[in-house]
């Protein structure tokens, strides 16, 4: 890990006029990149999705990656449905390494490739005058606004 290897650079060197001493904070330091990592690498718990599910007024359909509200729909591209579904199922707002690690897989460490897909489900979103149901943006955490419920629920 990157930030381990830099870290642990900061260890005095003898050789380079270091008292050769250990600096009390790396302990500390060490501790809390081997959380981060340890979390950021735990797989997001989420419920099973229908075929086609509601979130709030959108009806999305997975396998024809449409989402509908209000009788107009958008078509999505496969990342752009993956990261609705996981902020569908989340249930909650998720920071930006867990939308990584949910959509593209643990080993995906550029926030870029969020943003990107992000503004871009934004934007088809907005075609359908929903661009506000998610909340957040780039480097915090995102929500999608309204819960989620498979269409059998809803016949119920």
């Known amino acids: 890990f990157e930030v381990a290897s830099a870290v642990l650079a900061l260890e005095p060197c003898p050789a380079c006029g270091g008292t050769g001493r250990l600096d009390p904070t790396l302990p500390r330091i060490q501790q809390v990149i081997a959380r981060v990592t340890r979390r950021a690498s735990l797989p997001l718990q989420l419920p099973p999705v229908a075929e086609t599910w509601q979130a709030g007024d959108l009806t999305v359909h997975e396998h024809g990656r449409l989402v509908e509200r209000a009788g107009f729909s958008v078509g999505l591209s496969e990342r752009e449905l993956d990261l609705l579904r996981v902020l569908a199922r989340a249930g909650r707002p ?16 550029h926030s870029g490739i969020v943003v990107g897909v992000l503004q871009r489900l934004r934007g088809k979103l907005a075609r359908i005058d929903a661009a506000d149901y998610l909340q957040g943006g780039a480097g915090e955490a995102l929500a999608l606004v309204v819960p989620i419920a498979s269409t059998a629920d809803r016949s119920a």
């Open 94 to 109: 998720l920071r930006p390494f867990e939308i990584r690690a949910a959509v593209w897989g643990p080993g995906v460490t």
